[in-house]
C-alpha cells in the first residue's frame, strides 16, 4: 500500500479531535481511498455520498448534532 501523508494526518486529528472533518482537494489523489482505509480501522463505519443519493440532504439539513441525523429517516 502507498503511504501518504493524510493517513497520518487522518489518524492524529481523529485523536486529538472529535469535530467533523472536510477533506478537499484535487482530483484523483485518493482522498476516498485514504478516508475509506481509515474507517476500516472502526467498528463500524457509514459513507454518505450525496451526489449518489440526493435524498441523504434532506437528514442533514437543520441537524444540530449527531443524535438529530441518527434519529431521522429517509422518506
Do not use: C, H, W
Amino acid at each position: 500500500m502507498l503511504k501518504r501523508k493524510i493517513d497520518t494526518y487522518l489518524t492524529n486529528y481523529y485523536a486529538t479531535n472529535r469535530n467533523a472533518l472536510l477533506i478537499t482537494g484535487a482530483r484523483q489523489i485518493g482522498k476516498t481511498y485514504s478516508i475509506r482505509e481509515f474507517g476500516r480501522t472502526f467498528k463500524s463505519f457509514i459513507e454518505i455520498n450525496f451526489l449518489e443519493n440526493p435524498d441523504a440532504v434532506a437528514l442533514f439539513k437543520g441537524a444540530k448534532n449527531s443524535s438529530d441525523i441518527l434519529l431521522r429517516q429517509l422518506s
